[in-house]
Structure formats: structure tokens, C-alpha cells
């Protein structure tokens, strides 16, 4: 098993992990509700990951923004955000060992709680 230390394992991670959402059960809010444009989703993922684990500063935006008219079109609920938390931690297991793996999954349990959170509160504001 490979540590993960590289924009290049990034790349690797982000994508085999969103081919198993595009199988998965929350797929559809990739495809069907936020219609993502994969060829432009996938290299801000990519800078996404490489600021929060290596510190590069490559990501410009902001996450929690751009899930908000998601949100308000179809529900993203607790169980989602667990499904997408599961396969992420399937993919960094696989692929990944080592202290910026370990790291990849304990900031996303942090992402799904807070988002989970955000996208419930602001559904019983609406």
C-alpha cells in the first residue's frame, strides 16, 4: 500500500472515488439534480484535496455555497452524507495508508458532519 503524498494520488483518489459514486445511491446528485460538468468538477476537487492535506492553497471557492441550491432542489439528508463518507473511507483504504490517508478521512467525517448539518438547518429555515 502507497502513502498518499501527491497531487498525482490525489487524482487517483478523487476519481476512482467518484466512480463509485456514480454506481452508488447518491449519484443522482451528481448527475441528475447539480447536472456537474465532470471535466470542469473534477480538477476542483483535486485542488480542494491537495490545500486541506497538503497545504498547497490550489482551491478557490466555496463548498458549502455551491451545495445550497442542491439542497433546496432535492433534500441532501443525514444518510447522504453517510453514503458519501462510506465510500470515501472505502476508497482511501484501498488505495492509501499513512498519516495524509488517516488525515483524507478524518477532514471528511469533519465535511459530512458540518455539511450535514448546514444543508438540515437550512431546510427547516425555508
Do not use: C
Request: glycine share 6%; proline share 3%; charged share 25%.
Amino acid at each position: 500500500m502507497k502513502k498518499l503524498e501527491s497531487r498525482q494520488d490525489i487524482e487517483l483518489l478523487v476519481n476512482s472515488f467518484y466512480a463509485k459514486v456514480a454506481k452508488s445511491g447518491i449519484g443522482f446528485f451528481f448527475d441528475d439534480v447539480a447536472k456537474v460538468d465532470w471535466g470542469a468538477h473534477l480538477p476542483k476537487m483535486y485542488s480542494f484535496w491537495e490545500t486541506l492535506l497538503f497545504g498547497q492553497m490550489s482551491y478557490k471557492g466555496n463548498p458549502m455555497a455551491a451545495h445550497f441550491p442542491i439542497n433546496e432542489a432535492v433534500p441532501m439528508e443525514q444518510q447522504h452524507f453517510e453514503t458519501w463518507l462510506q465510500l470515501w473511507t472505502e476508497t482511501v483504504e484501498e488505495n492509501f495508508e499513512g498519516e495524509a490517508a488517516d488525515a483524507a478521512i478524518y477532514k471528511a467525517g469533519n465535511i459530512a458532519r458540518l455539511m450535514s448539518h448546514k444543508m438540515e438547518m437550512a431546510r427547516r429555515l425555508a
